[in-house]
């Protein structure tokens, strides 16, 4: 349990923030429309499915509010930007965007199929109420629209009005169908089978939401569920009123005598969700102002595997490793937006993608730039957006984990590296500056090199007069990178088989042979490879990637991976970057809980995933 908190202490107390609200307003309401004795008479018709179904719609409203926020990218790389100068846990939080999104999406469908069951309890008993003739007090108020239009209580009028035909015919019942089942088509659609297999189906029945917020704004103008009115309250209060309107004589003279007058509770979800919804339309305009914006496509080169290359340039565009993009072909479709990591650096002067054909959509435009002639075809581009794999140099040592294609937020920031090596770019190298008063360090000061503030560096060897503060510089030492890469056919090395060489040799040249430790896993091999393997093992390079690493056949021993690590960096903090399926996340967010220590002399390891 120590060892979970140390990656997942704020999310859990995010969580607890949003269960709690959650909980407070659902108990809050429910005691308030079943207590309150302005909704007396409403209870002498509905009962309690009155408190369910108006508790239910608060925390709707409230859920509402949010759903749309976690998926406003602008705002979250504002936000991630924001957060550079703060700890790694709170812009670590602003990666699980999908998952609060996913999370808040499963509580709108709780809580439209509770709100949904309780008001056609309400409608049963509104109709039971209208049909009943026995002089009861629930018969007695749905029969008040026949002394004064405006006094009714029960929305249903007639005899012959069924359920069917309050919910098809009026705002509340036909806007609340529509809403339910664009709710059911958005979550039914989002469920990782579709996503993987049929995204089209996903992105289409996703804007839906439109649909669902026009739905709820309008859902509860009608007011059909109605309350006892202030000034009525005062006059003829239910408590001590009420059995008179069930054993009211004509000549009753009694203030009770005077019948109750009803009023609508106002429709409220606008109030939740205008704001979310005009940040939304404000991220959607900024999302077109750059998508029409001129994209320019430089170089396209095919590799093995049916992955498709794409080198872009486009004015203003700036990137840092680890960032993706969304991408648009109005020759394949004008409405489909896909994302894609970025896998070019920083400091090249172009953009690359790699696509590979998982879809529909993307064996399209592959097979639309392979059979390109003379003019080619237009693409558009929104972004770049942050990721977990920005803060990959915020940490000690890192563990960067890629799948297949997955590997691509990893070859950004190996082709940085690469570059500041080249460019021998001294942010390699990690600076823990520490700026204290002289009097905690005067007694030590024979062991330390110091700088004085805002001075050059010196030495405290021989004494000299004492400055107020000092700033800490200890001797910089380069990160370490530990990459590993799982692939399941061998043509899959080959995408990045020059960066890895050309990484290998400039680190040797450069004598930090010790700065990237890489292995490459092949989880998909037949005995011929092997034995080939087996035979070559002596030699320089890799049989199957050509490269002085050897490739190793099957997966990982994680648990004996981590604990290398470990043991070579017993006091550090690790952070550990996926871009995979969530299976092997599952057993990489294990390792790091399980080797992880709370002591904060010893190792931890800070799991991250990409999420897009």
């Known amino acids: 349990m120590g060892n979970w908190l140390v990656n997942h202490w704020f999310s859990a107390a995010v969580l607890a923030a949003w269960l709690g609200i959650n909980i407070f307003l659902f108990t809050y309401y429910f005691l308030f429309f079943d207590r309150d004795e302005r909704y007396f008479y409403t209870r002498a018709i509905l009962g309690s499915a009155l408190a369910w179904a108006r508790a239910s719609a608060k925390c709707l409203n409230f859920n509402s509010m949010l759903i749309l926020l976690p998926v406003c990218r602008n705002l979250l790389s504002f936000l991630r930007g924001s957060f550079s100068c703060c700890r790694r846990t709170l812009r670590k939080q602003l990666d699980h965007n999908l ?24 409608l049963e008993r509104y109709n039971h109420s ?63 089978f579709i996503r993987r297999n049929y995204f089209e189906v996903f992105w289409y029945t996703h804007h839906l939401f439109i649909i669902y917020f026009i739905g709820l704004v309008i859902h ?17 209060h239910p408590q001590s009123c009420a059995e008179f309107l069930v ?33 939304y339309i404000f991220e959607r305009i900024l999302r077109i102002w750059r998508a029409r914006q001129k994209v320019v496509v430089t170089k396209v080169v095919m590799h093995p595997a049916k992955v498709l290359e794409l080198q872009m340039q486009k004015k203003g565009f700036r990137m840092e490793v680890g960032q993706y993009i969304f991408v648009n072909c109005p020759a394949v479709s004008l409405l489909e937006w896909h ?17 590979r054909a998982a879809g529909d959509w993307t064996e399209h435009i592959i097979d639309t730039f392979q059979q390109q002639k003379l003019e080619m075809p237009r693409i558009k581009v929104d972004g770049p957006f942050g990721t977990a794999s920005e803060d990959v140099f915020l940490y000690e040592v890192a563990m960067l984990v890629g799948a297949g294609i997955g590997v691509t937020p990893f070859a950004s920031i190996l082709k940085s590296i690469w570059y500041r090596f080249q460019q021998n770019d001294q942010t390699l190298k990690t600076k823990k500056v520490l700026d204290v008063p002289w009097d905690w360090l005067a007694p030590y000061y024979g062991f330390l090199h110091v700088q004085k503030h805002l001075a050059s560096p010196c030495s405290l060897s021989h004494p000299f007069p004492a400055p107020s503060r000092v700033t800490l510089l200890p001797h910089a030492t380069a990160p370490q990178i530990y990459f590993y890469w799982l692939c399941r056919d061998t043509g899959a090395f080959t995408w990045f088989n020059d960066l890895l060489a050309s990484l290998e040799q400039k680190m040797a040249e450069s004598g930090k042979a010790d700065f990237l430790t890489y292995r490459l896993f092949l989880t998909g091999w037949d005995t011929s490879i092997a034995n080939n393997a087996a035979l070559h093992f002596d030699t320089v390079t890799d049989t199957v990637t050509g490269l002085r690493q050897k490739t190793i056949f099957g997966r990982p021993r994680w648990d004996t991976e981590f604990s290398a690590v470990a043991t070579a960096h017993p006091r ?34 800070y799991f991250n995933k990409e999420n897009f």
Request: aromatic share 8%.
């Open 339 to 355: 994302p894609f990591t970025l896998t070019s650096a920083p400091e090249e002067d172009f953009f690359s993608i790699h696509i």
């Open 99 to 122: 998952t609060f999104h996913k999370l808040v999406a499963y509580a709108l469908a709780l809580l439209t199929a509770v709100h949904t069951i309780a008001h056609l309890f309400n």
């Open 572 to 605: 550090s903090v690790v952070g550990v970057f996926l871009c995979g399926p969530e299976a092997l996340a599952k057993v990489l967010r294990r390792s790091c809980h399980q080797h992880s220590s709370l002591d904060p002399r010893k190792v931890k390891f």
């Open 130 to 192: 209208q049909q009943a003739n026995d002089g009861s007090l629930h018969a007695v108020l749905s029969k008040m629209h026949l002394q004064d239009s405006n006094k009714w209580l029960n929305p249903i009028h007639s005899n012959q009005t069924t359920v069917e035909y309050v919910a098809f015919t009026t705002i509340p019942g036909l806007t609340g169908v529509i809403i339910t089942l664009a709710l059911i088509l958005m979550v039914t659609s989002s469920t990782e």
């Open 220 to 236: 509860g103008v009608a007011g059909l569920v109605r309350g006892q009115t202030e000034e009525s309250m005062k006059e003829v």
């Open 247 to 279: 054993n009211k004589s004509k000549e009753c003279r009694h203030k009770c005598c005077k019948e109750p007058e009803f009023g609508s509770i106002p429709a409220e979800s606008w109030k939740w969700v205008l704001a979310p919804v005009i940040l």
